[in-house]
């Protein structure tokens, strides 16, 4: 039985490819300013600038997977009074699935550290996310980890900055629309019919971790959205399976004369699927983390749903889509390393250069 154990862990762990190798890049070569920025949240002490190994290690998978074998699951926190800080259509679908008593702070306002009596509450941040940043400045230091990151996008690399980013940190991927303030939501959840074990697969599923997943998912469910709770790992997995189908699909679709989405997926599909699979490529070397089983079928079939299906192709949300994407491939230019995810960046290229991109291609990183 153990013999089993053991072989079950590895095959588990093997398929998070979360084990990255040796980097054999002394500290010393980075520059200082690098090395002395720390997070403003900690004061801890500075990083010794001599040669070293830098290795990943983390046991978070094994802890995960023990927790699985021992039929744990993760706590899952009532409902109660809470911030929200803005009052647009995701801000009011939020409160609209409270109880009436939450605290709504308009963008710029002071966040409170109690509500009716209360210091333990959820934070609900429902701005766009250029504002994120600004909305992590202003909080009060002990409620950083009550804020619960409602944006859509690759915001991993803003949050790693502020040490937001992890098992207690609680953030969702949406897979639902509402089109204007009060008006009924619409999710995208795809029924893809029964995998081998006779479970049903759905491609377009809403997914939150984190402390406060909870009350997330009872403010959704009063609006009838689905919303599955994951632990942090999993959950970052098909965050970025949501990315990469908005930069891919957009993308192939503005060069084949702005074809809506579904279209894309119909009749372009090869070469959505060839730079899909470059990219999941890609990102287990640079970030460590391969991508769910199925993610090019899931994929397709979103692509097919009622909801996304009609949507015209368009590039947008730049930074937080297709140029963290970007940002990966000019970090290899740079450093003399073969572009990893190379279709994308011709596609991306070639478009800007045939004015179907109007905005320059500037890689976004929250440390410039």
């Known amino acids: 039985a153990r013999a089993t154990m053991l072989l079950a862990l590895g095959l588990y762990l093997g398929s998070l490819s979360g084990i990255s190798s040796f980097?054999?890049?002394?500290?010393?070569?980075?520059?200082?300013?690098?090395?002395?920025?720390?997070?403003?949240?900690?004061?801890?002490?500075?990083?010794?600038?001599?040669?070293?190994?830098?290795?990943?290690?983390?046991?978070?998978?094994?802890?995960?997977?023990?927790?699985?074998?021992?039929?744990?699951?993760?706590?899952?926190?009532?409902?109660?009074?809470?911030?929200?800080?803005?009052?647009?259509?995701?801000?009011?679908?939020?409160?609209?699935?409270?109880?009436?008593?939450?605290?709504?702070?308009?963008?710029?306002?002071?966040?409170?550290?109690?509500?009716?009596?209360?210091?333990?509450?959820?934070?609900?941040?429902?701005?766009?996310?250029?504002?994120?940043?600004?909305?992590?400045?202003?909080?009060?230091?002990?409620?950083?980890?009550?804020?619960?990151?409602?944006?859509?996008?690759?915001?991993?690399?803003?949050?790693?900055?502020?040490?937001?980013?992890?098992?207690?940190n609680t953030q969702v991927t949406p897979y639902f629309t509402q089109f204007d303030v009060g008006s009924r939501p619409k999710q995208s959840l795809t029924d893809m019919g029964p995998d081998s074990f006779g479970e049903t697969k759905y491609a377009g599923e809403t997914t939150v971790c984190g402390k406060w997943a909870g009350p997330v998912i009872a403010r959704l469910k009063k609006h009838k959205l689905d919303c599955k709770k994951l632990y942090y790992r999993d959950w970052r997995r098909t965050m970025i399976e949501k990315v990469i189908f908005e930069s891919v699909f957009n993308l192939v679709g503005i060069l084949h004369d702005g074809q809506s989405l579904g279209e894309v997926g119909l009749y372009y599909g090869k070469e959505c699927e060839d730079m899909i699979w470059e990219i999941n490529q890609g990102l287990r070397g640079h970030m460590a983390v391969s991508l769910l089983s199925g993610v090019e079928e899931r994929c397709f079939a979103l692509a097919q749903n009622p909801q996304v299906e009609y949507r015209p192709s368009k590039v947008e949300n730049f930074k937080w889509r297709n140029g963290f994407l970007y940002a990966i491939s000019k970090t290899c230019f740079e450093n003399d390393f073969p572009d990893p995810m190379h279709k994308h960046t011709q596609y991306l290229e070639y478009a800007k250069e045939k004015g179907f991109i109007d905005f320059p291609l500037e890689p976004y990183s929250p440390f410039t």
């Open 23 to 168: 980097v054999a890049t002394p500290l010393s070569s980075l520059p200082r300013t690098i090395l002395a920025r720390a997070s403003p949240r900690h004061d801890k002490p500075a990083l010794s600038l001599g040669p070293t190994m830098q290795v990943w290690s983390n046991n978070q998978a094994i802890e995960e997977y023990m927790d699985l074998l021992g039929g744990k699951s993760q706590d899952n926190i009532p409902d109660c009074p809470s911030v929200i800080i803005g009052g647009g259509r995701i801000g009011q679908l939020i409160r609209d699935g409270g109880n009436g008593d939450d605290v709504v702070v308009g963008r710029g306002g002071t966040i409170p550290t109690e509500v009716e009596g209360n210091t333990e509450f959820p934070i609900f941040v429902c701005c766009p996310n250029d504002e994120v940043e600004g909305i992590i400045r202003s909080c009060p230091v002990d409620k950083l980890d009550d804020l619960v990151f409602m944006q859509d996008g690759m915001m991993e690399p803003l949050l790693k900055k502020y040490a937001l980013c992890g098992n207690d």
